[in-house]
């Protein structure tokens, strides 16, 4: 079981927004960086959002991260087919002294 | 272009270790904090270990203290995983990630398969 939280599944149409949170504690979201990855099937991951809410150059600004007390949430607008992928929120645990991933939720892009 | 490329898995019997390496090119190594991520097969993401930049601050999750050494070679740009008393539960796929103290980011290898079976 994960220290983060993340709705197993979520899903949407081409064309909405779409949104994926992560619960955690003081100890982690709270006081700390969240980021975001994506990863397809057979593939790494791919870091979507740094520091809770900066995209890397490449990302396109559809997506975009938030952070709120002890949740985060990642958002995708304009949802595309090419969506359809894992997403994986992670930060560090200041109690812990690790950093730690939430389980993980797979987007179905209806 | 920043590049990783990790190394070393196979099959190995419980007990057995094994030494990953990931071989980085295309940015200044010694200037990144590095992080070894694995995968269990349909599973999620679980962080393993990172690295600082000189080498002389290690971290682990619990799961693999005192079975796992992180190192790293600064001269030869390549990361290494040294896993010791391998279980069935390690069996995964190793990423390598370039990153900062507090988390992977950027650049992640494209990973290895290490499966723990007799």
């Known amino acids: 079981q994960s220290v983060l939280t993340q709705p197993p599944s979520v899903s949407a149409a081409p064309g909405q927004k779409v949104t994926i949170s992560c619960s955690g504690s003081?100890?982690?979201?709270?006081?700390?960086?969240v980021s975001w990855y994506q990863q397809f099937p057979g593939t790494a991951p791919r870091l979507l959002i740094y520091?809770?809410?900066n995209r890397p150059s490449g990302i396109p600004d559809r997506f975009s991260g938030s952070k709120s007390g002890t949740s985060a949430t990642l958002g995708i607008t304009g949802l595309q087919t090419g969506d359809e992928a894992d997403y994986y929120c992670?930060?560090?645990?200041?109690?812990?002294?690790?950093?730690?991933f939430g389980g993980g939720t797979k987007l179905t892009v209806l | 272009e920043v590049q990783l490329v990790e190394s070393g898995g196979g099959l190995v019997q419980p007990g057995g270790s094994l030494r990953l390496s990931c071989a980085a090119s295309?940015?200044?190594?010694?200037?990144?904090?590095m992080h070894w991520v694995r995968q269990a097969p349909g599973k999620g993401l679980v962080w393993v270990s990172r690295?600082?930049?000189?080498?002389?601050?290690?971290t682990y999750a619990d799961s693999v203290k005192g079975r796992i050494t992180v190192s790293r070679d600064n001269a030869k740009n390549t990361l290494y995983l040294q896993m010791n008393s391998l279980r069935a539960e390690d069996t995964a796929m190793y990423y390598c990630?370039?990153?900062?103290?507090?988390?992977?980011?950027?650049?992640w290898g494209q990973g290895t398969l290490v499966t723990v079976s007799s």
């Open positions: 990630v370039r990153g900062f103290s507090y988390s992977p980011r950027d650049s």
């Open positions: 295309g940015f200044t190594f010694n200037n990144y904090w």
């Open positions: 690295i600082n930049m000189d080498g002389t601050t290690t």
């Open positions: 003081s100890s982690n979201i709270a006081s700390n960086y």
């Open positions: 520091d809770s809410n």
């Open positions: 992670g930060t560090w645990d200041s109690s812990l002294g690790v950093v730690i």
